[in-house]
């Protein structure tokens, strides 16, 4: 394998010099935002927390993320950096070497669900190719009950419900192809680990999700099992009109107002998936580290964290309802003259999310 000294942050790093899909240990340089925004949410859980940490990196690669762990949050105790690819830990501790990080950092060749079943974390990243699914069930034996778990899912096709079977087999929730696809998807995955955690009596209490490119990634809090059940309370069901595009959820139904049958959807978390003080004190760290757009993404979070789950895309109910497309701005301050909630969403450049229902804001976009 070829390898090049790179710098990503204040880390030295030697990567791979060949696409990252044909080299013998991945490093994708674009994942650096995911990377900067979980610096930022780590250190904040660790202010919360008020306690030295101790993190895993279940699935290191060439050891970017727990290196930068170890290096830029303050109050880390140790960071372990597992990889079952013997060549990626041969090269996770020659970048430990190369950082002069041996007294924080452990590296691990293993199978990360081995690992975790036999050691406990304070905080936990689970950074896969495709699917987390496989590492639920040991992180969930591995956090600590007042830990912090870190999660990406690559696999959005099946998660937004392009392939409803492939869905349901990993994740064991049907999923449909909606226009609010994006928000669905990554409601599906937090549906999942909340689930996953509370098998083994952990409260999984989402902080900060969000969707980017081609990847979702979720930040929770966990929390005793005195909580699960308020978790459970807030699930239920999608139904979804295909004919006229109605949506509503909560307890079934099982007729759209136009007469259609609903199809359904779940059952699935209808919560909030991020916290507006967690996301904000997320964006004034960033902000501290110089992560513009990180940040950015932090204060967006916040804004639309506690408004009602599933955005409308006004591109979309504009080509069904075949009228104009009005300035999303104008429409947000119309809705909320109107007495409704509403504001932007980052799923979705044209959306707005609103607790306004189907039927009003179509007679509001007429
Ligand atoms: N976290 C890395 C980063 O930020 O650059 C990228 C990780 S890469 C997407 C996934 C890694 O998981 C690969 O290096 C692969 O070898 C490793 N892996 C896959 N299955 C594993 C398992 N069961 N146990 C440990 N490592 C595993």
Redesign the pocket.
Same mark, same amino acid.
């Given at each position: 394998m070829k390898i090049q000294q790179i710098r990503e942050e204040k880390i030295k790093l030697l990567a791979p010099a060949e696409n990252m899909y044909k080299a013998a240990? =991945?490093? *994708?340089p674009k994942?650096a935002f995911? #990377?900067n925004i979980s610096v930022a949410a780590l250190q904040v859980f660790k202010k919360i927390a008020g306690r030295k940490i101790v993190v895993l990196? !279940? $699935?290191? !690669?060439?050891g970017? #993320?727990g290196l930068r762990y170890a290096n830029e949050i303050s109050g880390i105790k140790k960071v372990f950096l597992?990889?079952?690819?013997p060549v !990626?830990y041969k090269l996770i501790k020659k970048n430990i070497a190369l950082n002069r990080l041996k007294k924080k950092c452990v590296p691990q060749k293993?199978? !990360? *669900?081995i $690992?975790m079943h036999q050691n406990v974390f304070d905080a936990i990243?689970l950074?896969? =190719?495709g699917s987390p699914n496989? =590492?639920l069930d040991s992180a969930a034996r591995s956090i600590y009950h007042k830990g912090f778990l870190a999660v990406?899912a690559?696999d959005t096709a099946p998660l937004c419900g392009s392939y409803p079977e492939t869905c349901f087999k990993k994740y064991g929730i049907r999923s449909l192809k909606t226009d609010y696809y994006s928000e669905l998807g990554i409601r599906v995955l937090i549906s999942h680990i909340i689930l996953a955690l509370s098998r083994r009596e952990r409260a999984f209490i989402p902080q900060l999700s969000f969707a980017k490119e081609h990847y979702f990634r979720v930040f929770g809090k966990i929390e005793h099992a005195g909580k699960i059940t308020d978790l459970l309370k807030q699930f239920g069901h999608i139904m979804q009109c295909f004919n006229c595009g109605n949506r509503k959820y909560g307890n079934i139904e099982l007729r759209c107002f136009c007469g259609n049958k609903f199809e359904f959807v779940g059952p699935i978390f209808l919560g909030k998936i991020s916290d507006r003080k967690f996301c904000a004190e997320v964006a004034k760290e960033c902000k501290k580290k110089r992560f513009i757009e990180e940040g950015m993404l932090a204060k967006q979070l916040a804004s639309e964290s506690e408004l009602p789950p599933f955005y409308y895309d006004l591109h979309y109910l504009a080509k069904v309802e075949k009228i104009k497309l009005p300035k999303i701005e104008d429409f947000i301050a119309r809705l909320r003259k109107s007495g409704f909630k509403a504001g932007r969403t980052h799923f979705c450049p044209t959306a707005v999310k609103t607790d306004a229902g189907y039927e009003e804001i179509i007679k509001m976009l007429k």
């Open positions: 240990v =991945f490093y *994708n994942m995911s #990377r990196d !279940a $699935l290191s !690669a060439s970017v #993320r597992n990889d079952k690819n !990626a293993g199978d !990360a *669900n $690992l990243d950074d896969p =190719f496989i =590492f990406t690559t």
